[in-house]
């Protein structure tokens, strides 16, 4: 069985290599993303193996079920790049990793909030140019504070659980709410009330038709004013240009962000030699209060360990003719 491997890094070979060396299955690295352009790589494997920014448009399906692919090897959680209706009526199989280490993701988002919060990067900065000074350092305690968990699936409920450690009110917002989250304190209210009642949003539901820019200039008037709200979710759930406008009147007071809308064009490269062409991250950037990382929350050694062993027993249970397991449809986006 021939694999083609999209959006290839180092550290994805080494990890993929670790799983397959039990099975032995052909697996080609490709660097680029997996576009429109590339997807003539892909011609005559049945198993394209691809990543969160790799483009799995109507356009490239038709491209690799014609040229002999039968099945989709997400190597994320998130399948928002994917379009479903078209895969099921190609019927290729998309397969994902639902879970990959839910506490990389969580422990990231709180050493965000906590960064932010204590400007550790501006007090890094500033004591190693001899600057002792502490104006402009003052943080907050955590304990007591309100903070908001929009989405309490794996992500949230870890995060969600980090946080009450540290003596913080939870307040909550799920179509699926959790009893045991519940009968550990927190509390599910609608969306509207994480809004105003909240002093740190973070969110941590999926982007779907219905979540994007669930964050906009209505729900940015709603909060807080000085509100955190951090996004290690996925960059479409906040319409920039409105969170933006919100840092420059203050209404935000910090701004944390693992994911950026048109991240696909950045983030993954090493881009320092070159000028960023992308204004509103440019933009973000000059803020002192906004912290940015590329997509790395989930970037721990069991996280991708996690990836290459689930990705590999998808494909391995497809090779053998198995019900795959972690398959994602159209009509399960459906039902939520
Ligand atoms: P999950 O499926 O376990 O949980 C998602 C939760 O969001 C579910 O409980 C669902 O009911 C809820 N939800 C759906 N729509 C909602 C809405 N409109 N409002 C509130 N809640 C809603 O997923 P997870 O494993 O916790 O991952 C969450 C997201 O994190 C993923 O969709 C992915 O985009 C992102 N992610 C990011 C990274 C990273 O490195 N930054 C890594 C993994 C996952």
């Not at 491997?5 to 099975?23: C, G, H, I, P, Q």
């Not at 002192?288 to 062993?309: K, M, S, W, Y």
């Amino acid at each position: 069985m021939n694999i083609a491997v999209f959006s290839t890094k180092s550290y994805d070979r080494r990890f993929l290599d670790d799983a397959n060396a039990s099975r032995g299955y052909a697996i080609d690295y490709f660097e680029p993303r997996l576009t429109a352009q590339t997807a003539p790589l892909a011609e005559g494997y049945p198993v394209v193996c691809a990543f969160v920014n790799d483009h799995l448009d109507a356009q490239v399906l038709d491209h690799l079920a014609a040229n002999g692919t039968r099945m989709i090897a997400l190597r994320s959680a998130g399948f928002n790049n994917v379009d479903l209706a078209r895969a099921d009526e190609l019927g290729l199989i998309v397969a994902r990793v639902p879970a990959y280490s839910p506490h990389a993701v969580a422990e990231h988002t709180v050493g965000m909030i906590l960064s932010l919060n204590r400007r550790i990067t501006r007090a890094y900065n500033r004591v190693r140019e001899g600057n002792f000074a502490l104006d402009g350092l003052m943080g907050f305690v955590m304990r007591g504070r309100t903070v908001g968990v929009v989405g309490t699936g794996q992500i949230g409920a870890a995060t969600a659980e980090i946080l009450l450690g540290f003596g913080c009110r939870i307040i909550a917002s799920d179509p699926y709410p959790s009893d045991e989250l519940r009968s550990k304190g927190i509390e599910y209210v609608d969306l509207d009330r994480v809004f105003t009642d909240a002093s740190i949003i973070t969110l941590h539901c999926p982007l779907t038709q219905d979540t994007q820019h669930m964050i906009d200039q209505t729900a940015i008037d709603k909060m807080q004013p000085g509100v955190m709200l951090i996004n290690t979710s996925r960059g479409g759930l906040l319409d920039t240009r409105a969170v933006i406008e919100g840092l420059k009147d203050g209404k935000i007071g910090h701004l944390g962000m693992d994911v950026y809308e048109e991240e696909e064009n950045l983030f993954f490269q090493d881009l320092s030699d070159r000028v960023i062409q992308d204004d509103v991250f440019a933009r973000l950037l000059t803020f002192p209060n906004v912290l940015i990382t590329g997509h790395q929350a989930f970037f721990t050694e069991e996280a991708l360990t996690t990836i290459a062993e689930t990705t590999l027993e998808n494909i391995s249970a497809f090779d053998h003719g198995q019900t795959v397991p972690n398959t994602v449809t159209s009509a399960r986006i459906v039902s939520g």
